[in-house]
C-alpha cells in the first residue's frame, strides 16, 4: 500500500507518548508492560467451571487487583451481538465500564473499546465524552478503535457493512477532526468529506492532559497498520501464524517490524501489544492436564454456543488460525496461547519480547484464580527475567 501523506497529524499535533510524565510514558518505561484483558461478558469456552462474570463488581475487583500489582493496562472489548449472542448472558459496555474504573484506580491505564463508525456518533460527543474522561483518570483512559468486523453489527444499526479499507479512511478522518477538537485554540468547523456529520464552530474543553485520550488500534491488516501508524500509540497485534506460540514466535518479527516501519515513515513511534491467554500450573504436566480440559470442554461444531462465536467477520487479523502453513493451537481465548510451568510461561514471554512484543494483554481462563496464581508464581520471575523493572 502507498504511503499518504498525513493530514492533521503531525509533529505539531502530540499524543501522550510525547509527553514524558504522561501515564503511557511511564508504563512504556517497562521492559514488558502487563496489561489485563477484562471480560465484561460471560465467555463460556468450555463446560469447565470458572468464577468469571460480566458484572461491574467482579470485573472492578480485578482491575483494582492488577492496579495493586503494578499492571499498565487494563482493556476490555464492545460487541453488537443479536440475542443468543455473548453466549446467551449479558455483557456491558466498555466505553462506560472502563470509564467508571477510572474513579476507582490510581495507575493503571483503562482502554475501551469504541466501533467508531457507528450511529455515527458525532465528533464532538466523541471529543467531550474522551475530554472529560482524560481529566477524570487523569490522562489514563483511551479508546481501542474499532471499525466493526462483523457484518450483523452494521446490520443492526442500520446499513449494511461498509467496506474494510473504506472504514479506515473514514476513522482515519474522524480522528483527524478529533485530535484538532482536542487541540484547537479556537472554535473548528469542518464539513466531513467521507462522513455525513459536519461541525460548525464546534469547541471541547477541557482539553486532554497529555494532547489526547491514549489511542489503540487493534488490527493486523495494511490498511489498519497504516491507520494505526499515523494515529495510535499501541497496537494490538495478533499472530500472523495463529494461536500457537511456536508459530507466533516465528512470524512476529517481520509483522512487528512492518508496523513500527510504517510508523516511522510517519515519523511517530507505536507500542505492539499481543493478547495471550495464559495457561499454567506448577508442572509442564499440570499446566498440559488444566489445558486439555478447557479443550475437552469446548462446544462442538454444530451446537449453539459454537455457532453464537461464528458471525461472518473481515477481520485480517485472526486469519492465522487455521493456516495450515502453522502449527495449531488449541483455541482457548486469547490470540496466542503461553501453556507450562511459570518457569516456561517466562520463557515464552521473554521469546515474544526478543520478537519485538512491547506488552501483553493477558488473558485467563478462570480470571480471579488465575491472575492470582500468575501474581504470586509468574509475576516474580518476571523481574527475575529483566522483564521487569
Ligand atoms: C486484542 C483485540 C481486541 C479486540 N477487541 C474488539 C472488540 O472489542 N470489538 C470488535 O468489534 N473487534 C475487536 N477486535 C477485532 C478487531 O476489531 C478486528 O480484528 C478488526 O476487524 C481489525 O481488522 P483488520 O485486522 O482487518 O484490520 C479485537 C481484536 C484484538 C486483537
Do not use: C
Request: charged fraction near 20%; aromatic fraction near 10%.
Amino acid at each position: 500500500m502507498a504511503l499518504t501523506a498525513p493530514q492533521a497529524t503531525g509533529p505539531e499535533l502530540k499524543g501522550p507518548l510525547d509527553f514524558e510524565d504522561s501515564p503511557l510514558s511511564r508504563a512504556s518505561k517497562q521492559p514488558l508492560m502487563l496489561g489485563l484483558f477484562l471480560n465484561l461478558q460471560d465467555i463460556n469456552f468450555s463446560s469447565v467451571p470458572t468464577s468469571n462474570s460480566w458484572t461491574f463488581d467482579y470485573n472492578a475487583e480485578l482491575v483494582k487487583k492488577a492496579d495493586e500489582l503494578g499492571f499498565e493496562i487494563a482493556f476490555s472489548r464492545t460487541q453488537w451481538l443479536p440475542k443468543g449472542g455473548y453466549d446467551g448472558s449479558a455483557s456491558l459496555d466498555s466505553f462506560i465500564a472502563l470509564g467508571a474504573m477510572s474513579a476507582i484506580t490510581k495507575n493503571i491505564l483503562l482502554i475501551s473499546t469504541i466501533h467508531v463508525l457507528y450511529g455515527p456518533l458525532h465528533p464532538l460527543h466523541l471529543a467531550k465524552y474522551g475530554a472529560t474522561l482524560d481529566h477524570i483518570s487523569r490522562g489514563r483512559w483511551g479508546i481501542n478503535i474499532v471499525t466493526g468486523h462483523r457484518a450483523v453489527e452494521h446490520e443492526m444499526f442500520g446499513w449494511q457493512r461498509i467496506d474494510h479499507d473504506k472504514r479506515y479512511d473514514m476513522t482515519s478522518e474522524l480522528f483527524d477532526v478529533l485530535h484538532r477538537l482536542w487541540t484547537e485554540t479556537e472554535n473548528f468547523s469542518y464539513e466531513g468529506k467521507l462522513n455525513p456529520w459536519s461541525i460548525n464552530n464546534g469547541w471541547i474543553t477541557p482539553k486532554p492532559l497529555f494532547g489526547r485520550p491514549n489511542l489503540v488500534t487493534a488490527t493486523g491488516s495494511p490498511a489498519g497498520f497504516d491507520f494505526a501508524a499515523r494515529h495510535s500509540d499501541l497496537v494490538f497485534v495478533t499472530s500472523p501464524g495463529g494461536a500457537h506460540i511456536d508459530s507466533a514466535l516465528e512470524t512476529l518479527p517481520d509483522h512487528i517490524a512492518t508496523l513500527k516501519n510504517r510508523a516511522a515513515a510517519y515519523g511517530r513511534q507505536v507500542k505492539a501489544i499481543i493478547n495471550p491467554i495464559v495457561v499454567s500450573r506448577d508442572t509442564e504436566k499440570e499446566a498440559l492436564a488444566y489445558a486439555d480440559a478447557i479443550e475437552a470442554g469446548k462446544p462442538q461444531p454444530g451446537t449453539r454456543a459454537f455457532a453464537t462465536n461464528n458471525y461472518d467477520s473481515d477481520a485480517h487479523a485472526w486469519r492465522g488460525r487455521g493456516d495450515a502453513r502453522h502449527k495449531q493451537g488449541r483455541n482457548l481465548g486469547g490470540n496466542i496461547e503461553i501453556i507450562g510451568s511459570p518457569e516456561q510461561v517466562v520463557d515464552q514471554l521473554v521469546g515474544l519480547k526478543k520478537a519485538g512484543i512491547d506488552g501483553v494483554q493477558l488473558n485467563f481462563y478462570d480470571f480471579r484464580a488465575d491472575l492470582d496464581y500468575f501474581a504470586e508464581r509468574i509475576l516474580p520471575l518476571l523481574k527475575e527475567a529483566d522483564l521487569r523493572l
